[in-house]
Nanobody
């Protein structure tokens, strides 16, 4: 009954920008960390950026200074602003949330369906 839905992916030229959004909906009691992962063809899924409920952030070294993660706790939404995109950023980007659903005592991991980001000229 909990869903994470991403939006904002697409095709962009090198040096361009995209903004990803992910909204969690359903029977949610609380959300702890929210994260963005990505998976390129033939590669393992990797953590791109994470943000705690209080706003502390962490980033993959290769995206530091180019990507910014933020969240709107009132709307259960996390964003990923991606600037100065490079071809190596091409991947499927997944939203992930560590949250407590209504009626549960412990948090669980939830995932979105993924959104494709392609950086190419």
């Amino acid at each position: 009954q909990v869903q994470l839905v991403e939006s904002g992916g697409g095709l962009v030229q090198p040096g361009g920008s995209l903004r990803l959004s992910c909204t969690a909906s359903g029977s949610i009691f609380s959300i702890n960390d929210m994260n963005w992962y990505r998976q390129a063809p033939g590669k393992q899924r990797e953590l791109v950026a994470g943000i705690t409920y209080g706003g502390s952030t962490n980033y993959l070294d290769s995206v530091k200074g180019r990507f910014t993660i933020s969240r709107d706790n009132a709307k259960n939404t996390v964003f990923l602003q991606m600037n100065r995109l490079k071809p190596e950023d091409t991947a499927v980007y997944f939203c992930n949330a560590d949250l407590v659903s209504s009626g549960s005592y412990f948090p669980s991991d939830y995932w979105g369906q993924g959104t494709q980001v392609t950086v190419s000229s």
